[in-house]
């Protein structure tokens, strides 16, 4: 009796347990599954860093440290000016001797709690607990004091600029590149009773203004203060228009209200695609990823102004937010698709901010690399083009598509296609309009073409790639406008990647400007540091699949399906061939590997898909699936590369949704593995797009059948068109593949060009 009876409670207590726990899981949001930790240890270079912001806004913030295994911190965060590691100003608290104060103070600390609208941490040295909240373009600290005997004091600090304090206000602003100033506007709810210079061991107050490189002013207040409270507004155009931005979203200094109001915004917009499913970490990885997706680009519009570092001037916005900061060659492959289907009124505006910024600049360019500062020009080809037409494709019409085709033209015929140079076309862009393709240097021939920058090189096979799927972007364009002559041009031009291909080896091999390829040459090894004397970043594993606009092509290329997927397979078969120490000193981007590939760059994301091409989709729904276990997990170490503010980050938003644009440009998307029971995606206007999968576990990764609509599907890919009216895929899964589903001929997506209806 007693052992039923045990038996009987036991249950009981299980059943409540279970209940329990599905409530709770029931009442967690969106926002509250966002882990920014993910990837605060870099595995080489630049890692996630724990940005505490609202989407795509002015102000961003993050603790001021190398990465998350740093032992202090230094001072407290005011701006982000750039999403790696470019900051502004700088808060440092403190209580003790005034001796032991300087522009910045470094703290040991713990306690730290980070989400997307709130952050916290205890400087334990000092014995203070911080407290922040961010909005648009103003935040708020809550400082609390536990020495009750002893002064407070607040630090501001300048890098390089000038600040003054009158009463409980401090003021001014920091210089950054390109003749571009952020400016402060700083007040607390207490007035200190002193402020002014930094004077040895104690403050002049007869000097209330300081300039220069790291300049700072010190605020004091009495002892037996146990709390400050400070806000702050932030502006690229004006001190005043700093304080109007303060005034206008931090009222008071209700902290609580600020995170709470974040919290909110957060949910709304995290919310436009809501998941189901058992897995619990996998949502923490979903929509940390789709967090990342809104770091960039910001909004600099400021109550209907905006400061352009592409001209120097402060303009109207006209009603239409101006955006920047954005790595197009990171970002258009899956960011900028991603918010075409769940923001298209912002991916609008920021390709209105595109045309904005080559009409504002001198040579009416297309930017490549637009920031806060102006466009730096990084990395190689133009591919802002690729998000016009992608955009435009996919049925938004909220800019000038002529005006577009007018800036993107000149930035890939009139600029030079040298990496990272903002130089007029020269003599090796004459060859590529001749030839077809980007020569490359023979080894150890010294260079003379002046547009070539001199550490990042030619990366001849690098350019080529990017820029014939620029022409084939540009030409498909040309196509929309009526430029028939034009259009003919530049897409037969698309196809001048077999000037490259070496049929003998079947990669992609750089040739001098005899034509003739280079020789010797390991697509592994070949072209020094990070290979841009041959590609760029990554090996020529990697670049020989990357002709997004033809894949059906380059599929016949390399010897047809089965040797397309047997070369595939290869790749991911292939060993580093030397020591990681060596291999990694060379290629330090080449970072998240299976074999050759690299799951640590973009370049990389559409590769998995491939296979879809080659009509054996069960092997990319496998490989998609062991490539997001293996290499983005819910851990400090979970991103395998440098995330570059949602280029990486946004292929885990589609690949867990179980699809992916692959070929930005062509209206459809490539199916892979779901891991969630059901997507829905809020297309607004009332339409939803869902996913959902019969069968569902974790576990089953692998279609079975599919439904589309109601009706049979049996092609590995879908048209955006159905997603954007809205309805659903269902996909019936299984733990093992049926290779028959998707795997004939008329299974196969589009390459170049959409099928006719």
């Known amino acids: 009796m007693k052992k039923y009876t045990y038996c009987l409670l036991s249950a009981i207590f299980l059943l409540i347990a279970c209940i329990n726990f599905a409530h709770a899981q029931a009442k967690k949001q969106p926002v509250d599954y966002v882990n920014p930790y993910i990837g605060n240890i870099s595995h080489l270079l630049v890692p996630t860093y724990p940005t505490v912001h609202l989407p795509n806004s002015l102000l961003r913030v993050y603790p001021e440290r190398d990465n998350f295994t740093s032992n202090t911190i230094a001072g407290l965060p005011v701006v982000v000016t750039s999403h790696r590691g470019s900051s502004a100003f700088n808060l440092s608290p403190f209580q003790g001797d005034l001796k032991n104060v300087g522009n910045v103070i470094s703290y040991g600390y713990d306690n730290e709690v980070i989400k997307p609208y709130y952050y916290e941490v205890d400087l334990d040295d000092f014995g203070i607990n911080v407290q922040f909240a961010p909005s648009h373009q103003s935040g708020i600290y809550a400082l609390s004091f536990s020495q009750a005997n002893a002064p407070a004091y607040l630090v501001l600090n300048t890098r390089n600029g000038a600040l003054k304090v009158s009463q409980n206000v401090v003021s001014g602003f920091q210089k950054l590149d390109n003749n571009t100033r952020v400016y402060l506007y700083f007040e607390t709810d207490l007035t200190p009773v002193e402020s002014g210079r930094h004077d040895g061991t104690k403050i002049d107050s007869r000097e209330t203004s300081a300039s220069g490189r790291d300049a700072y002013l010190i605020l004091k207040f009495p002892a037996q203060t146990r709390q400050i409270k400070a806000r702050y507004g932030i502006s690229f155009i004006s001190e005043e228009q700093a304080k109007h931005n303060l005034r206008r979203e931090v009222k008071d200094y209700n902290l609580n209200q600020v995170a709470q109001t974040g919290k909110n915004i957060w949910n709304t917009t995290l919310g436009k695609i809501m998941v189901t499913g058992t897995d619990e970490t996998a949502k923490t990885i979903f929509y940390t990823s789709l967090y990342r997706t809104y770091e960039r680009m910001i909004s600099l519009s400021e109550d209907g102004k905006y400061f352009s570092a ?19 060659w990171d970002t258009y492959r899956a960011t900028h698709p991603l918010r075409v289907i769940i923001e298209p009124k912002m991916e609008g505006d920021m390709i209105n901010s595109y045309l904005r910024m080559a009409q504002q600049m001198k040579d009416h360019w297309m930017p490549t690399f637009p920031e806060v500062t102006g466009d730096s020009r990084r990395m190689n080809s133009n591919h802002g083009v690729a998000t016009v037409i992608d955009a435009y494709n996919k049925g938004l019409r909220n800019f000038n598509l002529d005006e577009a085709y007018q800036y993107c033209k000149a930035a890939i015929t009139e600029k030079t296609l040298a990496p990272w140079s903002s130089k007029k076309a020269g003599v090796l862009d004459q060859f590529f309009k001749d030839k077809g393709y980007f020569p490359a240097l023979p080894e150890g021939e010294k260079e003379t073409a002046a547009e070539v920058h001199g550490f990042e090189k030619r990366q001849p096979i690098a350019v080529t790639l990017g820029t014939v799927y620029d022409e084939w972007c540009l030409g498909n364009i040309a196509q929309q406008l009526g430029k028939t002559d034009e259009a003919k041009y530049f897409l037969d031009k698309s196809s001048s990647y077999h000037t490259v291909f070496n049929p003998d080896t079947r990669f992609f091999h750089p040739k001098d400007a005899e034509g003739k390829f280079i020789k010797p040459l390991d697509y592994r ?32 290329m390399i010897g047809g399906k089965q040797a397309f997927v047997d070369e595939l397979e290869k790749m991911y078969n292939t060993p580093l061939g030397k020591s990681r120490f060596d291999f990694y000193s060379q290629l330090p981007d080449h970072t998240g590997n299976v074999g050759q590939f690299s799951m640590g760059n973009e370049p990389a994301m559409h590769i998995p898909y491939l296979y879809n091409y080659a009509g054996q989709p069960w092997r990319t729904q496998k490989r998609v699936r062991s490539l997001l276990s293996q290499w ?32 930005p440009g062509l209206p459809m998307y490539v199916i892979g593995s779901p891991t969630f029971a059901n997507v829905k995606l809020d297309l607004g206007n009332g339409k939803k797009f869902e996913l959902n999968c019969i069968n569902y576990s974790p576990e089953n990764k692998y279609i079975q059948s599919a439904k589309l609509n109601g009706q049979v599907w049996n092609k590995s890919w879908f048209a955006h068109e159905d997603l954007m009216k809205g309805g659903k895929l269902e996909l019936v899964m299984g733990k093992r593949p049926n290779k028959l589903w998707a795997a004939d001929e008329a299974s196969l997506p589009p390459s170049f060009k959409m099928p006719a209806k």
């Open 310 to 328: 592409f001209d120097g001037k402060v303009h109207n916005d006209n009603g239409m937010p101006f955006f920047t900061d954005d790595w197009i």
């Open 525 to 556: 090894f070949s072209g020094g540091l990070g290979a841009r004397e041959t590609y760029d970043e990554n090996n020529g594993w990697l670049y020989r699949w990357d002709v997004l606009h033809n894949l059906g092509d380059l599929v016949n």
């Open 632 to 663: 983005f997990r819910n851990d400090l170490m979970g991103i395998p590369g440098d995330e570059d503010g949602g280029g990486l980050t946004s292929f885990v938003v589609f690949s867990q949704m179980g699809f992916y644009p692959i070929t």
